[in-house]
């Protein structure tokens, strides 16, 4: 086998391995739930549905029908009584059994305010492997050289101490802190461009710029491009747009540009490269004539061997995935695999799809799954949900077609934890099935009988913003509020656009948005005028930015960012009409 071939050895063993257990998930399942319930049996958690149960020669089967039927299925307010007392420094087995020293904070951006959730290094070893898997798979359709460079947008927060002097932070700064992350450096084919000062600077906007830097002086030994989310890579190349010129100067001169202000940065830097003249002159010459059409396809002319892009582009991330492809031009968008601060869930192993039909398939070790059958009510006006739920089922017992809400049991100390996450089962790869992922489900806009999710919300959006393109605009970012203050009650639609609409456009656009819900209680609510016009908000260029330094700056990640679709954040709508440049109301159903 040559140095330049992209399978391995160690590739084929983790796929045969995983295929394996997809052929038995079922039989996985039951011990994979085994293994939790004796890791950590005793925990006061447990003791309190389980009691004194001995265990230890039940029949699988029977213990997960004993298992489901005392345990409650929870959310996480359910469990914050637990976590809060670990937070507060009790190191007694509450949850688990192992001492949890390590806490993750989720992204904050669903519901407003983040979560705690143990990590522990059975996370790391599962993320971990999870990229290993992932990485095998996307080897076999886009083979990649030995020893090549991955230009990696990925950044680290800080970590904090809590009261009870646990290590805090994000998920994603745990790993990167982490052994799993330092041998996945060394041990995988690839490596990336910036070293560890740049991802752990602090400062999302300097290490983007060091990132962009050397991911140029590397430029020739790139292999993909990627980051946690599409939307860190639009920012990414956005920002590019401007940079260019500085990071062409440094490249230049060997230097480095004073707004990198971190000594320990600068230094890591400035030790990785040399000056280069002649590859200046090179990006410079690109960039002019990528400037000339609005960096298309600026990624495979400045990184003439990479492979594909590669990012979570599901959910949330899907409007990013137009300008992503400008960037990206003919070079595929490879959607990344399925987790959440919880706990990983399934990886890509069709890489070759595109991103609107990327499927997940579950991994059946990485926890216990169960998934509650939901069935969409279509003139139900009574419901609080705009779901019906069923019991719970496993893994081996869902439908092709049908959707479900997601159930996990981990080994780090969630137990029947609801996720809050939809998906719809697109088929089975061998055993286990393979999800598409609909939408966080309690992420909607109502105000009272309407329920419209984050993804009628993002169709709707879709559906109108199709006008920009008659004035050769852009739509950059969006979000939206349910307004109460004033009766009847109606939506807010924000939207950054790049060009000049002009009043009629806009109009046009309001009509097309409002008109584009599809929920049964809504278009009966504006029917009756129990909801007023929609109202569509223009904010000036910049506005989502200030969104996101917002949330850096309140201690979020710029890794595990998502830009929020509906907000009630007092905050940020304040941002939002503070930057409204121009406000229109439908005219639909009047």
Known sequence: MSNSSCITHKDDDIISWFEEVAENAAYVQTQTLRRIIELNFGVEYLRKWLGDIKIQHMDPNALESLYTSLVPLVSHTDLE????????GDSSPLLIQEPITTLSLSSGTTDGRPKYVPFTKHSAQATLEVFR??????SRVFPIRTGGRILEFIY????????????????????????????KQKTTKSFTCSPYEVISAGDYNQSTYCHLLLGLVFSDQVEFVTSTFAFSLVQAFTAFEELWEEICKDIKEGSLSPKITSSKVRKAVLDSFSLNPSLALRIEEKCKELKGVEWMCVIPRLWPNAKYVYSIMTGSMQPYLKKLRHYAGDLPLISADYGATEGWIGVNVDPSSPPEKATFTVV??????????LYRHKEDTEMEDDFIEAEPVPLSQVKVGKEYEVVLTTFTGLYRYRLGDVVEVAGFFRGTPKLNFICRRKLILTINIDKNTEKDLQLAVEHGSQFLSQAKAELIDFTSHA??????????????????VDETLLAKCCHKIDESFVDYGYKVSRKSHSIGPLELCIVEKGTFNKILDCFIANGAAMSQFKMPRCTTNQVLIRILDRCTVKRVRSTAYG
Not at 483 to 497: A, D, F, K, R, S
Request: proline share 6%; glycine share 8%.
């Open 483 to 500: 307004n109460v203050t004033n009766q009847p009650g109606h939506y807010v639609i924000y939207l950054e656009i790049k060009g000049d």
């Open 133 to 138: 898997l992932a990485a095998a798979y996307r």
């Open 156 to 183: 680290s927060s800080k970590q904090f101490k809590t009261k009870g002097g646990l290590t805090a932070g994000t998920a994603t700064t745990h790993y990167y802190a982490s052994e799993e992350f330092k041998i």
């Open 364 to 373: 059946p070790t990485f926890s216990y799954f169960e998934f509650i059958p």
């Open 81 to 88: 009584p637990f976590i809060q007392r670990i937070v507060d």
